[in-house]
C-alpha cells in the first residue's frame, strides 16, 4: 500500500472519531462502450481525496491528503480556497493530526 493511502486511511479514521462524517473522493473520467464520455467525483479535477461533514457544525468537509514531499497542484489549492470561501472546513493533511487541527474547536 502507498504512503499516501496509509494517511489517508489513518485520516478517516482520526475525522470520524472527532464527530465527521468522511468519504472518499474518487475523481476521474471513462469512455463507455457506446463511446458515452463519462466524468466522476465531487469537484472535477482539483476536487480533494476526501469530502464529508463535519457533523457538530454541519460543515461541508474537504482535505487533501499529501505526503511528507507532496505537492499539491494548483487546481487542488483552488478547490480548497473555494470551499473555505463558502463557508466549509477544508485544508492539506500530511497526517492525521494535521486534519484533526483544520477542525473548529
Known amino acids: 500500500m502507498k504512503r499516501e493511502q496509509n494517511i489517508q486511511k489513518l485520516i478517516m479514521l482520526a475525522l470520524t472519531e472527532a464527530g465527521c462524517i468522511v468519504w472518499r473522493n474518487n475523481i476521474g473520467s471513462y469512455t463507455t462502450s457506446d463511446g458515452a464520455f463519462i466524468r466522476y467525483g465531487v469537484g472535477g479535477a482539483g476536487g480533494s481525496d476526501l469530502i464529508g461533514i463535519h457533523k457538530p457544525t454541519g460543515r461541508f ?30 485544508g492539506i493533511a500530511r497526517s492525521h493530526e494535521d486534519a484533526v487541527k483544520l477542525l473548529p474547536r
Open 61 to 90: 468537509l474537504a482535505i487533501e491528503v499529501k505526503s511528507s514531499r507532496g505537492k499539491p497542484s494548483a487546481a487542488q489549492i483552488n478547490f480548497i480556497e473555494q470551499v473555505i470561501a463558502s463557508g466549509g472546513i477544508a
